[in-house]
């Protein structure tokens, strides 16, 4: 994997980074409404050595940003955690808080962008801006194998951190990517937010038939 020795700084932003002044501004708006919430970068979670990452697009404001893990408190991680249970990815028990002793197993969860955009929407100098975090995490987890993007955005988002074309992989639901040089393989999925259950766009049979594909890619 050519990331693997890289030394390309922090895998974490700190607790005050200032870099996308938009999103700055939106959190110290929070914090004065919500000063219980975290309200600031939220790190990656997840398992020593992982074989899989899943990456999200960036913090639900009543999620992540409230609790200070990803996916954890909004439904989007009510799907996503249940069925890393089921799939042997997670053991322990999903309460939607951070203090309810959920463990991942060869796992590991993350968000394109680390802090809450103002209405869930990132702008693309914000993604370029926390992609060196992205980059570092992978070059920090030689380990992973299988790589499931949550959306269309998170798919574009990684294959352009990567510097690999587009076009040679496009998203579909369910579709599998061999990375040549990168020893792993990229999943798709439809981001498994609420609008998107709800609408029938995502259900969860056609979410677990995701996990079955990468279940037989690292057994």
């Not at 970068?41 to 609790?67: D, H, Q, Y």
């Not at 998170?154 to 496009?170: C, I, N, Y």
Request: aromatic content about 8%; hydrophobic content about 40%.
């Amino acid at each position: 994997m050519p990331l693997a020795n890289a030394d390309l700084g922090p895998v974490e932003p700190p607790s005050n980074c200032s870099a996308c002044p938009r999103l700055v501004a939106f959190r110290d708006e929070l914090k004065a409404l919500h000063p219980d919430w975290h309200n600031a970068p939220v790190p990656s979670f997840g398992s020593a050595s992982p074989r899989l990452l899943v990456i999200g697009l960036a913090p639900g404001m009543k999620g992540a940003n409230c609790t200070g893990r990803p996916f954890t408190g909004d439904y989007a991680g009510d799907l996503l955690y249940r069925t890393l249970l089921d799939y042997d990815f997670a053991e322990g028990t999903y309460l939607a808080r951070l203090d309810d002793g959920l463990m991942l197993k060869n796992a590991l969860i993350t968000n394109a962008v680390r802090c809450l955009p103002p209405q869930n929407k990132p702008t693309g100098e914000e993604i370029r801006t926390c992609r060196p975090y992205l980059l570092a995490t992978l070059a920090a987890n030689p380990s992973i194998r299988a790589v499931l993007a949550l959306g269309r955005i998170a798919h574009e988002t990684f294959l352009s951190a990567l510097e690999l074309r587009r076009a040679g992989f496009p998203f579909s639901h369910g579709a599998q990517h061999e990375l040549p040089g990168y020893g792993m393989d990229l999943f798709d999925s439809y981001h498994c937010s609420r609008y998107n259950t709800n609408t029938g766009r995502l259900t969860e049979d056609m979410f677990r038939s995701v996990f079955d594909k990468i279940r037989l890619h690292i057994p």
